[in-house]
């Protein structure tokens, strides 16, 4: 999987994307006035350049004019303008902008500040409950509960005759993505028949394959070229390999011998094992492969309705979390699916599985704040599948 936020500067090294901008559909769109709604969601999910997009001058007519301002101020001072950011909050309070809501928005700021300051300096627990208080400093309510959709009810949100997958007879305790979400993942691809889809964490392929096997689509999907490092500096994904079918030129390090062979460890999300089953199956020609961390990919070379269906699967950590969501939903057309991996509210996962429990905080809350962007979402139970179709 794609190891890759809030704020797009957190990690800037090595990020290397191999497809040049000239081979997307490149569509630079002008930033329209937007609602009250669009503004908060855009503070909430870090994008500063959307919200210092409009000049203040600009701000003078139009409704709520002061919480534009705020907005404005607090963004250009995460972006490290704090004069710009002083004048806009100025602005706001002459506008009638309450001091408390001022106080709010910007003691939010702070925390995504040392969020990002926790980041850097690898506590990512920290930092993980730096901005989630920050998300829900700013929501109106405590606790957001994302519904649940049974896996045998899937086919009557979709409206689909298609029925689901049987469920899967093991516990989450004992839950693999390959053998207990892969058929569900299949279903879901299977009845929205994407045309164009985008996946952030390509890791082997697995992902794109089953939506290249349902569907005519061309997928882009993004990943890190050299894989993820753990804070120690160790290979966060490796498996020792005997006599498995692998991938020609593989990242590996050895380890001397024992009774079963040679000691070799391959790292399994960099190099040539990226994307090895798509290519394997032969489906090279329809899929887009870009190198990189996803925090810095560009999306704002793609038209907001472009795809069709988005995967996240990458990065676990809470910036990445969200810099993925953000950028996914900027580019997913109206009705557009969007599928989280990871994502499991079961309160005995959260004990035993600290991906699935960090992955679920963020975007619990998180979409507290935009859960208005869908006209379906749900927790697919039995899974580890978040699934949304956007309004």
């Keep these: ?11 800037t090294a090595n990020a290397i994307e191999k497809t040049k901008k000239d081979d997307v559909c490149q569509i630079n769109h002008e930033v329209k006035p937007y609602s009250l709604e669009v503004v908060k969601g855009a503070w909430l999910m870090g994008d500063w350049e959307r919200l210092t997009s409009c000049p ?3 701000m003078q007519d139009m409704e709520n004019r002061e919480i534009h301002a705020l907005m404005a101020g607090a963004a250009y001072m995460q972006l490290g303008d704090v004069k710009l950011g002083r004048l806009c909050v100025s602005q706001a309070r002459e506008w009638g902008c309450s001091k408390h809501l001022i106080a709010k928005v910007l003691t939010t700021g702070v925390y995504f500040t040392l969020g990002r300051a926790e980041f850097l300096n690898n506590q990512r627990l920290k930092s993980q409950n730096h901005v989630i208080t920050a998300l829900r400093s700013f929501s109106n309510d405590n606790e957001a509960l994302i519904p649940t959709v049974d896996l045998d ?35 879901l691809f299977k009845v929205h028949q994407p045309k164009r889809h ?23 999907t993004i990943n890190l070229h050299d894989g993820e490092t753990k804070p120690d500096g160790s290979w966060a994904y490796g498996e020792r390999v005997l006599n498995e079918q692998v991938p020609n030129d593989p990242v590996s390090m050895n380890f001397g011998e024992d009774d079963k062979g040679p000691i070799v460890y391959h790292r399994t999300d960099a190099g040539s094992y ?16 870009i190198y990189c961390d996803s925090r810095q ?17 990458g990065g676990h950590q809470s910036d990445v979390v969200i810099s993925d969501t953000r950028k996914a939903l900027s580019v997913l057309r109206t009705g557009g699916m969007i599928i989280w991996h990871d994502f499991c509210p079961d309160t005995e ?39 949304g179709i956007k309004k």
């Design 274 to 289: 990226i994307g090895w089953m798509y290519r394997q199956k032969g489906y090279g020609h329809r899929v887009c492969q």
């Design 349 to 387: 996962v959260a004990t035993y599985n600290p991906v699935a429990k960090e992955v679920t905080l963020i975007l619990q809350a998180l979409l507290a704040e935009i859960g208005g962007m869908f006209s379906h979402l749900g927790w697919i139970n039995p899974s580890m599948i978040l699934m």
């Design 56 to 58: 203040i001058g600009e």
């Design 297 to 313: 990919w560009d999306a704002s070379n793609y038209p907001p309705d472009f795809f069709d269906s988005v995967f996240v699967d």
């Design 153 to 187: 009810n899937i086919s009557a949100v979709l409206g689909t005759s298609l029925l689901p997958p049987p469920l899967s007879m093991h516990g989450f305790i004992d839950w693999v993505m390959e053998r207990d979400d892969a058929p569900i993942l299949r279903y």
């Design 1 to 11: 999987m794609s190891k890759h936020g809030l704020d797009t500067t957190w990690d």
């Design 198 to 220: 985008l996946e952030f964490g390509t890791w082997q392929g697995l992902g794109a394959c089953l939506c290249l096997e349902e569907t005519n689509a061309t997928v882009w």
